[in-house]
C-alpha cells in the first residue's frame, strides 16, 4: 500500500512543475510592470525660431500624433505626423487655449481632425492628472487626456518657411490616449 501512494504523490508533484513550467517570466524581482505603445496625441505649444532674425520668431499651437508613445519620449522625437499651425489671434496671434472650449485640429498629411475637449481649469490640474478627452473625426476614436509638464518634446528644423530658416520647438500641454 505504501508503494502506490508514493507514486501518485510523485505525479501530483510533478503536474506543479509542469504547470509552473508553462507560465512566462513577466517580471524580475522589484522590477515594474507598465502599459507599453499605444498611439498618443500631444497637444503642443511651439515655438517657431528663426536663428538670424530675433523678431521673426512667433508662438503657434499644433498635435504631434505618434503611433507608439514609447517613441515620443526622449525630447526629440520627430512626430509621424503634425497638424496644421493654429494661433488664437483675438489673443494677438499666442498659443491657442486648449481650455473651455472645443478645438478642431486638422492634419494635412493624412486628411483626419481631431476634436479637443480639455476641461477649463486644466491648467491648474496635477501633472498626470485627467484633464479632458479628444476625439477622432475619422472613425470617432476617442482618447482621454492627461496634464503634461511642458517638457520639450521635439525640435525640427523646417527649412526655409516664409523665406528665412527656422526652427520649431514644441512643448507637451496635454497627452491623450
Request: aromatic share 14%.
Amino acid at each position: 500500500m505504501k508503494g502506490p501512494t508514493i507514486y501518485l504523490a510523485a505525479f501530483a508533484f510533478l503536474s506543479t512543475f509542469i504547470s509552473a513550467a508553462a507560465v512566462p517570466h513577466v517580471a524580475s524581482p522589484g522590477e515594474v510592470l507598465a502599459k507599453r505603445g499605444g498611439e498618443v496625441n500631444y497637444l503642443a505649444n511651439c515655438i517657431i525660431r528663426n536663428p538670424a532674425y530675433v523678431t521673426i520668431n512667433y508662438h503657434a499651437s499644433y498635435i504631434a500624433w505618434y503611433s507608439n508613445v514609447d517613441n515620443s519620449l526622449s525630447g526629440n522625437d520627430t512626430p509621424e505626423s503634425l497638424s496644421n499651425e493654429y494661433r488664437d489671434w483675438a489673443a494677438g496671434g499666442e498659443y491657442l487655449l486648449w481650455e473651455g472650449q472645443q478645438q478642431n485640429i486638422y492634419f494635412p498629411d493624412s486628411g483626419v481632425s481631431v476634436q479637443t475637449h480639455i476641461e477649463g481649469d486644466g491648467q491648474s490640474r496635477a501633472f498626470t492628472a485627467w484633464a479632458g478627452w479628444a476625439q477622432r473625426t475619422s472613425d470617432g476614436k476617442t482618447f482621454n487626456c492627461y496634464k503634461d509638464n511642458g517638457r520639450q518634446l521635439f525640435s525640427i528644423n523646417r527649412g526655409h518657411h516664409y523665406g528665412v530658416p527656422n526652427t520649431l520647438t514644441c512643448n507637451g500641454i496635454y497627452w491623450c490616449v
